[in-house]
């Protein structure tokens, strides 16, 4: 038997490790295979290094990491410590699958553009103790730039379309804050010494040229070519999930066929000469049309807080501080229209970000932003929910006042989409959503969740043909172009587009089994206060609160 400090120490020193080497991607949750390891924010002033030689020595400590938390917990039996040994695991799996399996730092030319300018904006506006420790972070990262844009350059030999496009748009997104930043700069050292920042901005601007030329001479090849199957590695490995992808695929598929007969049924109450779909694209709440989106999103905000303080979610997490901004110009072209940043350090004081876009890139048409601005006013209330409470602001707040430093550091993008999709169910089943038309709303929602998962999971497995998957997705309303290019995004990334529909499912199945045990309150507190587990040892967990009564 061996004890707590035999792997306390050990995750001390993996979390450690990956804060040091690569501390932007370890603060942000952009990067959603990496911990938030804590001790990231003493590299303020570091950026992540992802030359060839550095990532295949990374590559071989983790696994390094891996045998040693196994051999550890295969002595140990205590749940809680063999519950933390198994995430420690599943975290460093979720790594290997990403820089060892897929590899994608050897064609994904976001990834570096991402790095960059996350680790400026974090230099500029995280927590600081005077303004001369900002005036030298920035420095440095502004310094670092250039050496993470050519390791791209050295390292990727040929792009996905899908990446390929999004890329020439980031770049000029990046350029653009590049200027902004200057000018911030520029102001809040207005006392330092004149130019302090010159050299270190145009070598950034220079970079960003040589990484724009670069893009330019690569030719994009068909995603498809990129696709590595990794579906059956990240749910067995990674998530720690006891369901068989045939298992998950039908369940996808009759949650499809529940959705579609409450879509018809809200249809028929609220207009029967309509489709649903019509129904959906043509409600734009009267109430809300003359108000900003800002503004009605925080509006929308405070009422949440209110309504789920009066039925029992914890106080302390529902007060944690969060701003809503409009998305970073740099983040504009990779992120959705709304979408939440955590707040990385444990400071209270620390605000977490709830980003929106109103205006797509700059190729759009006037019309396409209208069309984007009225989603906005359609699904503002479950976009909220989603994003702030009581979904991902709500549960990050959990998390990282959480005691445990291992479930303080580990997210899971099974529980973790799973719960912010769930929360959106809640709004229906304490009361807070009644309208049939809003109703049809979150139904619209589900069903496309309930797509991706289809589609992630029965290509892999040939239960699904691409006419099909195509027509999953034109049936959720998209164009056969947009439906293509969706499906051949998610096809980069399999296991992630599942996530949001099986973890909804999972919590749906826990409240059902377990629901009764506890008050509706602390049901929700033994959940999300044990940390973002797999679901089978969420189980245990409940097991063992039984066994103990």
């Known amino acids: 038997m061996y004890k707590k400090d035999d792997y306390t120490k050990l995750a001390d020193s993996y979390f450690d490790y990956l804060a040091e080497h690569f501390p932007v991607m370890c603060a ?19 950026m992540d290094d992802l030359e060839e030689s550095a990532v295949e020595e990374t590559i071989a400590k983790l696994k390094e990491f891996q ?31 990403e820089l060892h399996t897929k590899r994608s730092w050897q064609y994904n030319p976001l990834l570096y553009l991402k790095i960059a300018f996350i680790g400026l904006d974090h230099a500029l506006t995280k927590p600081a103790t005077e303004p001369k420790e900002i005036q030298e972070r920035v420095h440095a990262r502004l310094s670092a730039i250039s050496r993470i844009l050519k390791q791209g350059i050295d390292n990727i030999h040929s792009i996905p379309d899908t990446y390929h496009q999004a890329s020439l748009l980031m770049v000029e997104d990046c350029k653009q804050y590049l200027s902004e930043t200057a000018k911030v700069l520029s102001e809040l050292f207005v006392d330092q010494q004149e130019g302090i920042f010159t050299k270190s901005l145009a070598d950034t601007a220079s970079a960003l040229k040589d990484f724009t030329q670069f893009l330019g001479a690569k030719p994009p090849e068909p995603d498809r070519q990129f696709a590595v199957s990794t579906l059956k590695t990240s749910l067995k490995d990674h998530f720690l999930s006891k369901r068989t992808p045939e298992e998950i695929f039908q369940i996808a598929v009759e949650e499809w066929h529940q959705i579609l007969k409450q879509l018809e049924s809200l249809q028929s109450k609220i207009n029967p000469g309509k489709t649903w779909a019509e ?52 983040l504009k072209s990779v992120r959705s229209s709304a979408s939440f940043a955590a707040a990385f350090s444990q400071d209270p004081e620390e605000k977490s970000l709830f980003y929106v876009t109103t205006q797509f890139p700059r190729q759009n048409s006037k019309d396409t932003d209208t069309l984007l601005q009225k989603r906005l006013h359609r699904e503002y209330k479950m976009l909220t929910a989603h994003e702030t409470i009581p979904g991902h602001h709500f549960l990050d707040s959990i998390r990282r006042r959480l005691k445990n430093p291992v479930r303080r550091q580990i997210e899971s993008p099974l529980f973790y989409e799973g719960w912010a999709s769930f929360s959106e169910s809640m709004l229906i089943e304490y009361g807070y959503i009644k309208d049939p038309q809003e109703l049809l709303v979150d139904g619209k929602r589900r069903l496309w969740r309930s797509a991706r998962c289809q589609i992630d999971v029965g290509l892999t497995i040939g239960k699904l043909s691409h006419n099909e998957a195509i027509e999953l997705l034109k049936t959720c309303g998209f164009t056969p172009q947009e439906a293509f290019r969706q499906l051949e995004h998610y096809r980069l990334n399999p296991g992630y587009q599942l996530c949001y529909s ?48």
């Open 28 to 46: 942000s949750d952009e990067f959603h295979f990496l911990p938030r390891a804590e001790n990231a924010c003493n590299h303020y002033d570091k």
């Open 502 to 549: 099986l973890g909804s499912y999972e919590f749906r199945q826990l409240k059902e089994n377990y629901g009764n045990l506890l008050r509706e309150k602390d049901f929700h507190r033994f959940v999300l206060e044990g940390g973002e587990l797999p679901f089978h040892l969420i189980e245990k967990r409940f097991d063992g609160f039984c066994h103990k009564k």
């Open 279 to 330: 129904l959906y694209h043509g409600y734009n709440p009267s109430q809300i049309e003359e108000m900003k989106i800002i503004t009605l999103y925080k509006s929308e905000i405070d009422r949440l807080r209110t309504f789920f303080s009066r039925n029992g979610l914890s106080q302390e997490d529902l007060k944690a501080p969060i701003e809503i901004i409009y998305t970073p110009t740099y």
């Open 67 to 97: 045998k040693d938390f196994s051999f550890i917990g295969s002595g140990e039996g205590d749940l809680e410590n063999t519950i933390d040994l198994q995430i420690l695991q599943a975290n460093v799996a979720g790594i290997l699958i």
